[in-house]
């Protein structure tokens, strides 16, 4: 069983939405200004996303706002979040959830925050994560 309910889940589902749109605007702004936009894949531009630094986020309050509630859970819930992405994208099965919770364990650090906010596709991971272990 995951260490944290659906609905913290889904809360963090969609303030990573909202800090996604924001940061994929901005960037769409930028890129427009400068480049033609049909030079760039989704996975450029995501690169281009995840290049930001964490005090260019500094005054974003959704980046705040995210980060914020990824680190006020606890440890074994920041575990089963990890695990809960990377079922989501393939990782690990929804009958792996044990392992992937054991690994995201092993793994741990001081940057899970950075980590999961760093991830493409984040929220739309999260989601189908959550999808997958409440299935089983």
Not at 24 to 34: D, H, K, P, Q
Not at 69 to 79: G, S, V
Not at 83 to 104: F, Q, V
């Amino acid at each position: 069983m995951i260490p944290l309910s659906p609905e913290k889940i889904k809360f963090i589902i969609s303030v990573a939405r909202e800090y996604r749109e924001g940061s994929l605007a901005m960037v769409s702004e930028e890129l427009s200004e400068i480049h033609h936009s049909d030079s760039y894949t989704e996975h450029s531009v995501a690169g281009l996303v995840e290049d930001c630094k964490s005090e260019e986020h500094a005054q974003d309050s959704a980046y705040n706002e995210l980060k914020g509630a990824i680190e006020t859970l606890n440890e074994e819930e920041r575990f089963g979040l990890v695990a809960a992405m990377w079922i989501g994208r393939g990782t690990y099965s929804a009958d792996e959830l044990e392992t992937a919770i054991k690994d995201a364990r092993a793994s741990d650090n001081l940057h899970t925050a950075e980590y999961l906010i760093g991830t493409p596709l984040l929220p739309d991971y999260l989601e189908e994560g959550l999808i997958q272990i409440s299935e089983d």
